[in-house]
């Protein structure tokens, strides 16, 4: 279990961590949910004793992270968002370095690296140099290293960040299996919201520093109250967001008005999507008849809404996807070759 | 940081025995996984053997055939090693072996940014293992490659007419090792505190070379000027140096061997503190 209390991270001029308090229950998989530079990554750090908080704390396990860290170290366990192994190593090598480094009893030792090989699927590459793995594999193989102490808790930074669609997919099986065979609280990062959506009991929205949002994914969508039309015009300026907004603020159904700004679609939550859908659609029309505006339709949908547009609604923006920077591989000469190339 | 913190850990492990042995398996694994990289990656084991070996022959020979013309003795100092009847060639053998140590040391050392970049280091220090194990087992690591390189040399050696007996192969391997730690210990101090790789250059120039230029490797320093000498009396490897010649040759040094023996000893004990110091207040990411 974890409890995080008003904890804050400030550096030079920038608050990255702003007053979180947070309750994480064992057993959960619990998702923090936030775009680039939120805060998530150094949330994640100083919960894993790396980075240590401004103001505030955190208990893990029991321990306190500011005052027990080597404790708190022992009894959790962390993927990071880049690899971490070392590549000159095999898999095997890397496992068998940080058995000794948690200190796992010798007598158990080799059969744990077993286990937690198999559990990733990396029993035949074991020997191999991890220089030779595929992402997916170096991804498995950091989940493996994570396991091999058995700790409560697991942090996964960003566990898919980089990966192909089927890697991906491999992984979230994964993931899915570890929680449920071994018992563990799981924390991860994550701006996919498929993702979050998949593996996550409950999702903490965080921006700039700040939890915005706690619930589970489905209390979160619900949260934004019925269903999403989605209505494209032939005028797409932000000044056609409020026509249509003053246009439709006499419906009751209608609770929300967004610009969709990387498509510039209007984004309107309503109740009854397929009753009201008529309704809006005659709103628009007349105005466009009766004065100014120019605000035909182009096309329109309903749905139900995503873990997106509750992101959208949290936010006011769209979560945008992240590059991840090239991990370089090889010996000594070879990462300096790949830097210099930089 | 008060510095009764920095021996903690090991005032722990002596107290508690069960300790003492998880302590030494994270150690022992730390120092494993150095060793283990060293061997594998073969063009910085191949470089670091060669480069030794271009300074020995190429400025041995030529400089050699300078020192030992009529024309010119007196420039090079030749009466210096002519006397004890030692070529230029073997006056610089122990400065060489000396040099392979200062590079691989210092390099070892300051690899801890790569350790850094790569995320390899962030992955150690989230393992309930002290900065203090780290360090020694990053020391330890330093040591054993430098020593093996230097036991190439020393094989080398022999066929340059140096004569080992066992009593002077062990003080070589003492001299080797503190001299080893030494600049290892100097290496992770810098890597420390460094964040980019731009500062590797830097530290070729301003630490690898002048400790190895201004240790007396290449020249006597006898017959040095003041402002030099004070140089060269700042660098560990300088002790290192005339000891090993000492030892090799069979000639006097500029010291006594146990004066310089003391002196290198206490640049182990001081740069190890300062090295353990910076590693302990290094930021993890």
Redesign the interface.
């Known amino acids: 279990m974890i409890s995080i209390n008003n904890l804050v991270k400030k550096y030079e001029n920038l608050t990255a961590i702003d007053r979180v308090n947070l309750e994480i229950y064992d057993n959960e998989v619990f998702g923090l949910l936030g775009p680039n530079g939120a805060g998530k990554t150094t949330l994640i750090h100083i919960l894993a004793t790396l980075v240590k908080p401004t103001s505030g704390t955190a208990n893990i396990n029991g321990y306190d992270i500011v005052k027990e860290s080597s404790k708190v170290r022992s009894s959790i366990g962390i993927v990071f968002q880049a690899p971490s192994s070392d590549d000159m190593l095999s898999g095997y090598e890397n496992l068998k370095l940080h058995s000794l480094l948690y200190a796992v009893p010798a007598h158990i030792r080799e059969k744990r690296i077993k286990d937690v090989l198999e559990l990733v699927g990396l029993t035949d590459r074991k020997d191999h140099q991890v220089k030779k793995y595929s992402g997916g594999m170096r991804r498995r193989l950091e989940i493996a290293r994570g396991l091999l102490h058995k700790p409560k808790v697991i942090f996964l930074d960003e566990p898919t960040l980089g990966l192909d669609p089927t890697s991906r997919e491999i992984m979230w099986k994964y993931i899915d299996k570890l929680v449920k065979d071994e018992k563990i609280t799981l924390i991860l990062t994550t701006h996919y919201m498929e993702e979050a959506d998949f593996l996550c009991n409950r999702i903490g929205i965080i921006d700039k520093g700040k939890i915005i949002a706690l619930d589970s994914p489905s209390g979160l969508k619900e949260s934004l109250g019925g269903e999403i039309i989605e209505i494209e015009l032939k005028n797409k300026g932000v000044g056609t967001k409020d026509t249509v907004e003053s246009i439709l603020k006499r419906y009751n159904f209608v609770h929300k008005v967004e610009l969709n700004d990387k498509e510039g679609n209007l984004v309107i939550y309503v109740d009854d999507a397929s009753s009201n859908l008529p309704v809006i659609l005659k709103a628009i029309d007349n105005d466009n008849s009766s004065g100014s505006h120019n605000n035909s339709v182009k096309s329109v949908g309903f749905r139900s809404p995503t873990l997106n547009d509750v992101f959208l609604k949290f936010t006011g923006r769209e979560i945008t996807s992240q590059q991840q920077e090239d991990h370089a591989e090889g010996g000594f000469m070879e990462r300096y070759a790949q830097y210099e190339n930089k | 940081m008060p510095k009764g913190a920095l021996w903690n850990d090991m005032l722990n492990m002596k107290i508690n025995n069960i300790n003492l042995e ?1 302590e030494l ?2 150690l ?3 120092w ?2 150095e060793f ?2 060293f061997l ?5 084991l191949v470089a670091s053997t060669f480069t030794p070996l271009l300074w020995l022959f190429v400025i041995g020979t030529g400089f050699g055939s300078v020192a030992t013309n009529p024309s010119t003795n007196h420039v090079m100092g030749h009466a210096e090693w002519g006397a004890a009847g030692v070529g230029y060639q073997q006056f610089i053998f122990p400065g060489i072996v000396s040099m392979s140590i200062i590079f691989s040391s210092v390099f070892f050392g300051s ?1 801890i940014i ?1 350790d850094r ?4 280091l ?9 900065r203090s194990t780290i360090f020694i087992g990053k020391t330890f690591g330093g040591m054993t490659t430098s020593l093996l390189q230097a036991a190439i040399l020393l094989a080398i050696g022999l066929a340059l007419g140096i004569h080992y007996t066992p009593v002077s192969l062990m003080l070589i391997v003492v001299i080797i090792l503190f001299l080893s730690f030494t600049l290892t210990s100097l290496g992770l101090a810098i890597g420390s505190y460094m964040e980019s ?1 731009e500062g590797f250059q830097l530290i070729i120039s301003f630490v690898v070379f002048p400790l190895y230029f201004l240790s007396g490797a290449l020249f006597p320093l006898n017959n040095i000027p003041l402002w030099l000498s004070i140089l060269t009396t700042i660098d560990p490897a300088t002790y290192a140096v005339d000891a090993l010649r000492s030892t090799m040759l069979g000639i006097a040094g500029e010291n006594p061997f146990l004066a310089d023996t003391g002196i290198l000893f206490m640049f182990v004990m001081g740069i190890g503190t300062i090295g353990m110091l910076s590693f302990r207040k290094m930021k ?2």
């Open positions: 998880k398996g994270k022992y694994a730390i494993l996984r283990k990289v594998r990656e073969k063009s910085r690899y790569w970049k790569f995320d390899f962030k992955s150690v220090m989230v393992a309930p293992v002290s790789l993890a990411v």
